[in-house]
T-cell receptor, first 112, second 112 residues
Framework: SQTIHQWPATLVQPVGSPLSLECTVE??????LYWYRQAAGRGLQLLFY??????ISSEVPQNLSASRPQDRQFILSSKKLLLSDSGFYLC???????????FGDGTRLSIL | AQSVTQPDIHITVSEGASLELRCNYS??????LFWYVQSPGQGLQLLLK??????LVQGIKGFEAEFKRSQSSFNLRKPSVHWSDAAEYFC??????????FGGGTRVLVKP
């Protein structure tokens, strides 16, 4: 069966520091991969999605970037974090764009 | 562009009582529709999906949802709520492309 892993589960970072969140999927090939942010008390905002290695689509302009160096690995990065980057970051995968997305357990990011 | 509205931010229900969560969407054609549940600090779990066919769909954990095209709605129901159903519930719409649009969520509190 397919599984999705995100780490770390919790992260506290100072303003201006870099960020790297990792997401990996097991048990499937060539998945669509997604990064979402969930601000406190709000719904989910799609940040990036990828349909293949090296293919990244950005949904909103921001301080973050994403990369897909391997088929089942999706990385969310920032060179310099802002206070507004705080939130709950969720990675998801789907077998194709018309199938349901399946979510990881998320990373709680706090910026100090 | 598609949009999703969940009119109820919070709902409190007694254990054993029935539950109905409202979801209205805006999209020109018939979208793919989903309900997800999120426990505190966790990722989202798919409850059920509607793609086509029978407008009453059954999901996991005893939930069901009914698609009503005339009302642009996809309401989630459960006949008898358990304390473990306390969580946040998200309705989502998938239209053209890769984007899944989420509603703002409904937080369900269960009274003993």
């Amino acid at each position: 069966s397919q599984t999705i892993h995100q780490w770390p589960a919790t992260l506290v970072q100072p303003v201006g520091s870099p960020l790297s969140l990792e997401c990996t999927v097991e048990g499937t090939s060539n998945p669509n991969l997604y990064w979402y942010r969930q601000a406190a008390g709000r719904g989910l905002q799609l940040l990036f999605y990828s349909v293949g290695i090296g293919q990244i689509s950005s949904e909103v302009p921001q301080n973050l970037s994403a990369s897909r160096p391997q088929d089942r690995q999706f990385i969310l990065s920032s060179k310099k974090l802002l206070l507004s980057d705080s939130g709950f970051y969720l990675c998801a995968w789907s077998s194709d764009s018309n199938q349901p997305q399946h979510f990881g357990d998320g990373t709680r990011l706090s910026i100090l | 562009a598609q949009s999703v509205t969940q009119p109820d931010i919070h709902i409190t229900v007694s254990e054993g009582a029935s539950l109905e969560l409202r979801c209205n969407y805006s999209y020109g054609a018939t979208p793919y529709l989903f309900w997800y549940v999120q426990s505190p600090g966790q990722g989202l779990q798919l409850l059920l999906k509607y793609f086509s066919g029978d407008t009453l769909v059954q999901g996991i954990k005893g939930f069901e949802a009914e698609f009503k095209r005339s009302q642009s709605s996809f309401n989630l129901r459960k006949p008898s709520v358990h304390w473990s159903d306390a969580a946040e519930y998200f309705c989502a719409v998938k239209a053209a492309g890769n984007k899944l649009t989420f509603g703002g969520g409904t937080r369900v509190l269960v009274k003993p």
